[in-house]
């Protein structure tokens, strides 16, 4: 299975195959191969809800029973979270995003070594197999997301329709900052196999060091400045702004969660492909 490559054979025992616009970030080869892109993505989503009992259901029964937790510990035991509006949907909007970038970025670290049949026998843009589970974790976000349109009906809030539209831009960044963070995680976990057993103790940091529980205006500046350089700080702050009509929209946490998505992309894109030459060897 070739896509996007030339087939030249030098001898009659040797075959050489040459990747297309094998420079760069390989964007182009990715989008040519969108349909494989596309198969990944669908065959992520048969194998994770094959023989299940919940389902999509666990989906939405995990950022509930989170934020079920939250609300007794954080809301009525402690003063951390500073906001005026519900703190159940507060916590709510931060866990759903959560939600997304655990699945995928957890997914994504072990593609590379669940498919080493892939690496191995068949050429194709390697990326779209990291790419997969922040495909098919979509899914798992429009449905949790769901949750999040009836708590909004519950505690009978509006969002205002002009920063409603915030939503889309920020799902994009929430994307791209996923996908940097897993594809540089995939590239690092099969050359380095131990790596899989410090991915949990990072997503842990990662998951205290976003305003999920609590919200940045209870940090001091000297803090918040450090915690914005999390993109999701300024991703989540920003759906709390675009959902909650008493939420505050800062301009610049939106600006700095773009710059900093985009260089997480970026980066995990390029030393993806500085270390692909070497998947074969080690997959």
Known sequence: MLIGNDLRRTSLSEVVIEAEGSGGLGVRELF?????????????????????????????????????????????LTNVAQTSVPYPIFALIGLVAWSYVAGAVAGSAESLIANPTLITKVYFPRLAIPLAPVGSGLLDLAVSSSLLILGLLYYRIVPSFPRLLLVVPLTLLLVL?????????????????????????????????SPIAYSLSSLSDRYRTVFLLNPLAGIIEGY????????????????????????????????????ERSFADVA
């Open 32 to 76: 040519e191969a969108r349909e494989l892109l596309f198969f990944l993505i669908w065959r992520e989503i048969r194998v994770r809800y094959a023989h299940t009992v919940l389902g999509l259901l666990w989906t939405v029964l995990q950022p509930l029973a989170t934020m079920a937790l939250f609300t007794v510990i954080f809301s009525r």
């Open 240 to 275: 709390r702004s675009a959902l909650l009509p008493d939420s505050p929209l800062h301009w610049s946490h939106l600006a700095g969660a773009a710059v900093t998505s985009m260089l997480l992309f970026i980066a995990g894109v390029a030393y993806f492909r500085a270390a």
């Open 177 to 209: 900052a996923t996908a940097g963070i897993g594809i540089l995680l995939s590239a690092l976990n099969l050359r380095f196999r131990d790596a899989r057993y410090t991915i949990p103790f990072l997503l842990q940091l990662w998951f205290f060091g």
